[in-house]
């Protein structure tokens, strides 16, 4: 059982259309970061956010931290190609320290 | 920059034979850690360490061992790689974000296991 979960775990649409992919956990985050992988490469941190009800934007995306801090989303306006790519979660928890805990991940593909 | 430098990329070995993967951060960062990704599996953390010297294990530890004998290098080794080895190995450094950590990791490195 993951301490993350993902949802969905694939999405294929078309340019231009939005999209929103989640991160649930039973447990309490005491941060929750995303990260973004693009094939062949590790992945990089797009946002961190550590208080609940928080709303993060970069450009098109928009994240959202729950406000009891079980979970997040993430908001992509009028995608793109170059958004391809693999979405990870990553959570703190207390108990863990300075370990993240990864979810599964959410494969977006963006088609022209 | 080169940031964390992962060597080597890929390696195929037979089961039983035994190899260390290498990683170097110029960032000077305390914290290294090594994941392993499979699909649908996500990252999961095998060991870390937090400064030199330290080691401690992760989520999936068993098959494999690290050392942190200096700062910017983390070595994963396998004494007896099994063909449930097969994956993709990251490392990763860190520093601290506020309330939390920013992760850097390297390029991958591939493993297949016979």
């Known amino acids: 059982t993951q301490l993350l979960e993902q949802s969905p775990q694939f999405l294929s649409i078309q340019e231009g259309e939005n999209l929103t992919v989640y991160c649930n956990s039973s447990s309490v985050f005491s941060s929750l970061q995303w990260y973004r992988q693009e094939p062949g490469e590790g992945p990089v941190l797009l946002v961190t956010?550590?208080?609940?009800?928080e709303v993060k934007k970069l450009k098109r995306l928009t994240f959202q931290f729950g406000d009891a801090r079980k979970d997040s989303s993430l908001h992509i306006t009028a995608a793109q190609p170059g958004d391809t790519g693999l979405y990870l979660c990553a959570g703190g928890f207390p108990e863990y320290g300075n370990k993240l805990v990864f979810g599964a991940g959410t494969i977006l593909r963006v088609k022209s | 920059n080169a940031g964390v430098t992962q060597t080597p990329k890929f390696r195929v070995l037979k089961t039983g034979q035994s190899m260390t993967l290498l990683c170097a951060q110029d960032?000077?960062?305390?914290?290294m850690y090594w994941y392993r990704q499979d699909p649908g599996m996500g990252l999961r953390l095998i060991h870390y360490?937090?400064?030199?010297?330290?080691?401690a294990k992760g989520e999936v530890p068993d098959g494999y061992n690290v050392s942190r004998l200096k700062k910017q290098n983390f070595l994963l080794g396998l004494e007896s790689a099994a063909p449930s080895q097969t994956s993709v190995y990251f490392c990763a450094s860190s520093r601290p974000t506020g309330n939390s950590w920013e992760l850097f990791f390297g390029e991958g490195s591939r493993l297949t296991v016979l």
């Open positions: 960032m000077n960062h305390e914290y």
């Open positions: 956010v550590v208080t609940g009800g």
């Open positions: 360490s937090v400064g030199e010297g330290t080691t």
